[in-house]
């Protein structure tokens, strides 16, 4: 593992891609968050901007907008790992010099996992710094009240990447892998699921399509609201965590099985 | 001891057979061409013993099994273009492929110096020229110091310049008794590099062997006279002619040894026939090329 995982820091450290997408991502994490700061009032039912940095909600806000910033960031990040090694010829090389497909497949599979790791990393230390100076008095149980939020970042994180890594081997063009995603998590899943439901809210069971399912492991915590939406339509406006956690872990592994498929069976 | 064993390769795509049924031994120490125009179904048939093209038929055995499934770590190749990292500069590159080949000590600077990149060895990919990439290839191929090394076309689009420099590389790199097997459709570039060829054409096995056996050691004379029958009769019964054959209205004589044209002359003379033309040749890998290229299959 630890051979594969140095052989991808070889080729990526020096990714102007990749050294951006990091920089971006470890300044706007905190940075979007804080800027709440300037808000002084929110509509109602928040009313107040202090909900976003104080203990135990901080986790659940800090993993809104770590949700968005994984979603560009690190899906793209994915795609153009994979996509760039298929126009530099370099997957076919590493092929020939040595590398068996199962490895060339892990070492990115490593990646993903190894960059959702430290992406969550920095998410639970930012909540915690931010969480920490803002919240007035601290109460442990409430500071890890809500930290459940910490795994399904990491999954969330590691679902992206693994939705960007299937279009990656899919498509190996990096253009049109990165407009498939983003059209994709943007609107395509939502006119399929009106293609199959012919309607756009209607049953529980359309918030299982993959992309959804991965949004609700981190949703906006308006639950006040979402509570109202099951009294007036009868069914939740977001899948419970659970549910969330195992369609996303389901789709993920179903994503990279295919994926590996891919690289198995193609011509080089 | 042998290095490659191919047996029945085939390789369709679509209704094209790229290579078809092919059937090679490489043992080691031999440079070993294949020699085959352009879509012979060289490239196919390389990339299908690297592991990057799925045969549809076929094995193929390197190192007679020694190695299992690592064998490619042994083996330095340069398929078709040079794949390298743009944003990566030579030592990068190279470490990368001493990294995947899981080579101790790489001697990544000795190997920039063979090729004559020392000097840029810290510049980008993206910014060398087509030779200096090519250069850096056959560098890269030699990382880790491997058994066997594959050049598929390694002067292709080179400059005359580019194109001594590499067949001198070549040269080195085979005067250090290595396996070479290399793949191109330039008969010269064969002829003075390879001990065996092997020619291919629609991915079929034309004629393999020793360069010295399919290129025949026949002196061929050239001859013409008003009446061809005449003049193929004339020399029907003599010993050192193996075959006398009729190319757009010449005879041609293949000769089993050398005889001066003299000799010839006067032997026509006294059987009545006045050449008109008389040219002594030496048959070279070229017109072989072409007469095996050229039949029907």
């Not at chain 1, 920089?23 to 107040?48: H, V």
């Not at chain 2, 990057?52 to 190749?77: E, L, M, N, S, T």
């Not at chain 2, 005889?259 to 002359?265: D, G």
Request: net charge positive.
């Amino acid at each position: 593992m630890l051979y594969l995982l140095k052989l991808e820091w070889k080729k990526l450290n020096k990714l102007a891609a990749f050294r951006i997408f990091i920089a971006f991502y470890l300044a706007l994490l905190p940075t979007i968050l804080l800027l709440g700061k300037r808000i002084p009032e929110l509509p109602p039912p928040l009313m107040t901007n202090e909900v976003l940095f104080i203990f135990p909600t901080v986790w659940e806000w800090l993993a809104y907008v770590g949700s968005w910033l994984c979603f560009f960031f690190f899906g793209f990040l994915s795609i153009i790992s994979i996509t760039t090694e298929y126009s530099y010829r370099t997957m076919r090389q590493n092929i020939i010099t040595g590398l068996s497909r199962k490895q060339y497949f892990l070492g990115k599979l490593y990646v993903i996992l190894g960059v959702s790791v430290l992406a969550t990393a920095y998410y639970a230390l930012c909540a915690l710094l931010i969480g920490y100076f803002n919240t007035p008095a601290i109460y442990w149980h409430k500071v890890v009240q809500n930290a459940s939020c910490i795994p399904r970042y990491l999954l969330m994180c590691f679902g992206y990447m693994s939705f960007g890594a299937l279009l990656g081997f899919w498509v190996k063009r990096t253009g049109i892998a990165l407009f498939l995603y983003l059209s994709y998590v943007m609107f395509l899943e939502a006119i399929l699921r009106w293609g199959v439901h012919l309607q756009l809210w209607k049953h529980h069971s359309m918030h299982f399509y993959p992309m959804n399912a991965i949004e609700d492991l981190t949703p906006l915590p308006f639950t006040q609201m979402a509570d109202e939406f099951i009294s007036n339509y009868g069914f939740s406006l977001f899948l419970s965590p659970a549910e969330a956690v195992i369609a996303t872990l389901v789709y993920s592994v179903l994503f990279l099985l295919l994926a590996f498929r891919l690289v198995k069976r193609a011509d080089l | 001891m042998s290095i490659l064993s191919i047996q029945g390769l085939t390789k369709r795509y679509g209704r094209i057979t790229a290579v078809d049924g092919l059937s090679l031994e490489v043992e080691q120490g031999m440079s070993f061409g294949i020699l085959g125009p352009n879509g012979s179904g060289k490239t196919t048939a390389l990339g299908a013993v690297l592991g990057i093209v799925h045969p549809d038929a076929g094995q193929y055995q390197w190192f007679g099994g020694r190695y299992g499934q690592d064998h490619r770590r042994h083996i330095g190749a340069l398929l078709e273009t040079p794949n390298f990292y743009p944003y990566l500069n030579a030592v990068e590159n190279l470490e990368i492929v001493a990294h995947i080949r899981r080579a101790q000590s790489p001697k990544i600077g000795e190997l920039l110096e063979m090729v004559n990149l020392h000097h840029r060895r810290k510049s980008p990919f993206r910014t060398y020229s087509l030779g200096m990439k090519q250069r850096l290839a056959i560098a890269a191929a030699m990382v880790g110091g491997p058994e066997v090394l594959i050049f598929d076309e390694p002067t292709n689009g080179l400059d005359p310049q580019g194109i001594a420099e590499v067949r001198q590389t070549l040269k080195d790199i085979a005067g250090m008794g290595k396996t070479i097997i290399m793949a191109s459709h330039i008969l010269d570039e064969v002829e003075k590099a390879c001990s065996h060829v092997a020619i291919i054409k629609n991915g079929k096995l034309l004629a393999t062997g020793t360069v010295g056996a399919i290129i025949s050691d026949d002196v061929v004379v050239e001859t013409g006279a008003e009446n061809l029958a005449a003049l193929r009769e004339a020399f029907s019964a003599f010993p050192p002619v193996r075959r006398a054959e009729e190319q757009n209205g010449r005879l041609l004589l293949y000769l089993s040894e050398e005889v001066p044209p003299s000799t010839i002359n006067r032997l026509a003379f006294e059987k009545g026939v006045v050449l008109s033309h008389l040219r002594v040749v030496k048959k070279s890998l070229e017109s072989e090329f072409l007469a095996i290229t050229s039949r029907e299959i």
